[in-house]
């Protein structure tokens, strides 16, 4: 079963990288743009993005740090990674992350409720080991789970990027908020897959917690996986609310802080990641009250 | 019995709701010995055992394992205790050895010779590595004791475990918890329907109706020297019976006397003596049948066959 999942998510990624490929090789020259202009239009459009009269401070941070990129870029002849790079696909991974969550849900919402389906829980819950124990290493294994689905999402990426494409020799820039530099694409990879496997973690959590609480893994896989596709939406339909600040969706995706798609404009790392935790103790204390205390008659 | 109950029930109670399912039972368990928990359906029998074994929190009451209670130590007192409750549920997609490897690394220290031994012992070395899935009941039941025997338990507690045995099966079955309780002294406490199953096995016999503890009896207390003596007139025998010291009962056309054969010669002679004419001398043995349905009031006990 999970290894069934892990082979799925490789065949995925090859077949995307393979399609992207193909459009880019059908579609018009512009897929291939000198970096040159791409750092111009950078600049340009960043320029406008400024002008905007209600940008919040991190928003206009990211901007400001755009053009300085783009700018040490043309001032110091250092080109960028074509799209159709290894490294820049290595780098967009995080797009792929849902695939990641969705298999992630899938064994969570599973993991706990399939063994009060099988009847086993009363073979594991007579064990000189404390149920509180018995839950944490099920939820360890499903954040493991998560984890070697990511590294596998990486992985499986650079090799597809590496077959269809190829390595390009552009340079990746940061901007520290004071200066420019040169960083390794793997790094900027992994933050970024790191920052968005919030939204991994949190959304597997809930399943976790409708699995124990429900007993019922088609529940707890639907609810969480429906949850996942209209959650986002609803940040839009609450955005002018002042609850938009405190719902759980508006704060998953970390990497919105860094690749500059703010879901709302007034949020900072530091709250985002203050709401993350206080949703996660709370999908954690209601998991183990009710299994600690759950009598057992299956 | 004199020794130390390795395992104590003190007040036990639990209310589901409104209901209270157990009332207050309190009951001891010694080494070696092999108790038989009876009951009708819906007598509480399965949610005893499930307190017992920390399934299910007691309203009232504790549960006193080789003196740490499972409310309290849980982990303490629960690895001195091997469980069957119902169906042995496994992993159907696991063999039957990974099932097992899985359970043992739940307790401390089992090695892989011990769980090979525990495989001899229930007769499953010829199908161990293959899926639970293809098992029959009766295999399953067997895989249930070996991981109920896995780490070598001080008690064990077993709901229904000949279910799914073939008389051969159940035999063997029996045959081998009469060993391990003499020879391990291990507590055994089996739940059962069965009623002869139950007599064949069992030291001592617990009753539950109700959610009430009605009874508790020793299995040779059932079985003693009972004789069933017809005679004419009735009257007289009576009195001629009362009369040189054994209480007699009446029983049909004549009396049930408690005692032992080496006194019924005599007491025949006395009773030729006096003019009884006797029609028939014949031991008694109620059943434990008979005696369950007079103790629950019956009826209910037909369904409970079915089960």
């Known amino acids: 079963m999970t290894w069934i999942m892990a082979a799925l998510l490789v065949v995925v990624v090859f077949a995307g990288i393979g399609i992207t490929k193909w459009m880019n090789s059908t579609a018009t020259e512009n897929a291939n743009e000198n970096w040159r202009d791409i750092a111009q239009a950078e600049i340009a459009n960043s320029m406008v993005m400024l002008e905007e009269p209600d940008l919040s401070e991190p928003q206009a941070d990211y901007y400001e740090g755009r053009i300085a990129i783009a700018e040490h870029r043309l001032a110091n002849d250092i080109p960028s990674f074509e799209y159709a790079s290894m490294q820049q696909q290595v780098i967009d991974t995080h797009m792929m992350m849902s ?100 939204s991994v973690w949190m959304i597997s959590t809930f399943a976790f917690m409708l699995s124990t609480v429900f007993r019922s893994s088609s529940l707890a896989i639907g609810l969480s996986i429906f949850l996942m596709f209209t959650g986002i939406q609803a940040v839009f339909l609450l955005q002018n609310y002042e609850i938009v600040k405190y719902y759980l969706f508006t704060h998953t995706d970390l990497t919105q802080f860094f690749t500059g798609n703010f879901m709302i404009s007034d949020i900072t790392i530091q709250m985002s990641i203050v709401v993350l935790a206080v949703y996660f103790l709370v999908f954690m204390a209601i998991s183990y009250w009710t299994f600690g205390r759950r009598d057992i008659t299956a | 019995m004199a020794e130390q109950a390795i395992v104590q029930i003190k007040n036990l109670s639990k209310t589901i709701g409104k209901k209270k399912i157990i009332k207050n039972l309190s009951l001891d368990l010694h080494k070696g010995e092999i108790t038989g928990f009876l009951g009708p359906n819906g007598a509480g029998k399965t949610t005893t ?32 205790v091997g469980v069957i409750v119902e169906n042995p549920e496994m992993y159907k997609y696991m063999s039957g050895y990974k099932n097992l490897l899985h359970f043992s690394r739940m307790h401390k220290g089992i090695s892989k010779e011990r769980i090979d031994e525990v495989v001899k012992q229930v007769g499953m070395q010829n199908r161990i590595n293959e899926k639970v899935a293809s098992y029959s009941l009766g295999m399953r039941q067997r895989l249930g004791l070996a991981q109920a025997l896995l780490h070598d338990p001080k008690f064990l507690i077993l709901d229904e475990p000949t279910n799914g045995l073939d008389p051969a099966g159940i035999r063997e079955f029996r045959i081998y918890l009469q060993k391990i ?43 003693k020297s009972r004789y069933y003596i017809q005679a004419e007139p009735l009257e007289l025998a009576g009195e001629v019976l009362t009369g040189i010291g054994f209480p007699a009962v009446l029983h049909d056309k004549g009396y049930l006397i408690d005692s032992g054969a080496e006194h019924i010669p005599g ?30 009031g019956g009826g209910e006990i037909a369904q409970t066959h079915t089960k």
């Not at chain 1, 009363?122 to 070697?148: D, E, H, N, Q």
């Not at chain 1, 596998?152 to 004071?178: C, E, K």
């Not at chain 2, 020879?183 to 069992?202: K, P, R």
Request: hydrophobic residues 50%.
């Open chain 1, 99 to 198: 695939l990641v969550t969705l298999l992630a849900v899938i064994m969570a919402g599973g993991i706990v409720a399939s063994e009060f389906s099988q009847g086993t829980i009363k073979m594991l819950l007579t064990r000189p080991v404390k149920r509180w124990k018995i839950l944490t290493s099920k939820y360890i294994t499903v954040l493991l789970f998560a984890v070697v689905l990511t590294v596998i999402l990486l992985i499986s990426t650079a090799l597809a990027g590496l077959l269809f494409f190829g390595i390009s020799d552009g340079t990746l820039l940061v901007w520290n908020g004071s200066e420019v530099s040169e960083t390794s694409f793997w790094l900027e990879a992994l933050k970024l897959a790191a920052l968005k496997f919030s």
């Open chain 2, 49 to 80: 055992i499930r307190m017992m074994v920390g399934l299910m929190r007691p309203t009232e009451g504790e549960v006193w394992i080789d003196g740490q209670s499972v409310q309290a130590d849980f982990e303490g007192s629960i690895q001195k």
């Open chain 2, 181 to 223: 309780a003499k020879e391990n002294g291990v507590a055994i406490f089996v739940s059962s329907h069965l009623l002869s199953e139950i007599e064949l096995l069992c030291d001592r016999i617990a009753i539950i109706q109700n959610g009430e503890l009605i009874d508790i009896k020793n299995v040779n207390d059932l079985q």
């Open chain 2, 267 to 296: 007491a025949i002679n006395l009773l030729v003596g006096a003019g009884v004419r006797i029609f028939a001398v014949q031991p008694y043995r109620e059943t434990l049948e008979s005696q369950f349905l007079e103790m629950t």
